[in-house]
């Protein structure tokens, strides 16, 4: 998505082919510089113990598996599997990229409900996890002239702040 900087924006997770899945582990690496985590609102019908944390700056983990009585958790295409919130810095410009890791086994792993069937490890990183960014959108340079009570012009900026009272009369 486009933003302006200073902003809030929500990046969502979603799924494709997401299939009568027992567990998932999910990392995600982001700009830290530009981009502030949150919270996450996570998708109502995950597992119980489902969790999305910061444990450390520039990253974001995901993670949840069936326990007990619940069963693999199928999603329709396209459905999402949590919503992201980020503070956008009000000095971020170009653009924030937010990376799917998929060297380490545990950051990119998803395994069906049946035991019988292998965890899935990073297998098909292009395809499987597809990166995303979030683009500032600089705001634009607005000037306006505001006549003053004794009918003396003042010249606005965008970027400063005025104070003013308005009186009727």
């Given at each position: ?24 582990s999910l990392a995600l690496n982001f700009d830290a510089s530009k981009l502030t985590y949150v919270s996450s ?7 119980s113990n489902f969790i999305v944390n910061n444990p450390s700056s520039g990253v974001i983990k995901a993670a ?21 919130t980020f503070t956008t810095s009000t000095t971020a410009t170009g653009t924030a990229n937010l990376q799917w ?69």
């Open positions: 998505p486009q933003v302006c900087p200073g902003s809030q924006v929500q990046i969502p997770v979603k799924v494709k082919d997401f299939k009568e899945v027992g567990s998932i609102t996570i998708n109502s019908p995950l597992w949840g598996f069936v326990t007990g009585e619940e069963q693999g958790l199928t999603l329709a295409d396209d459905a999402t599997l949590f919503t992201m890791a998929t060297t380490t086994e545990t950051d990119c792993e998803y395994a069906p409900y049946f035991p019988q069937f292998p965890y899935v490890f990073c297998d098909n990183e292009g395809t499987d996890y597809i990166n995303g960014s979030v683009s500032f959108t600089p705001a634009p340079n607005i000037t306006s002239v505001v006549t003053g009570p004794d009918n003396e012009p003042v010249t606005m900026t965008s970027g400063n702040t005025y104070n003013m009272t308005i009186c009727s009369g």
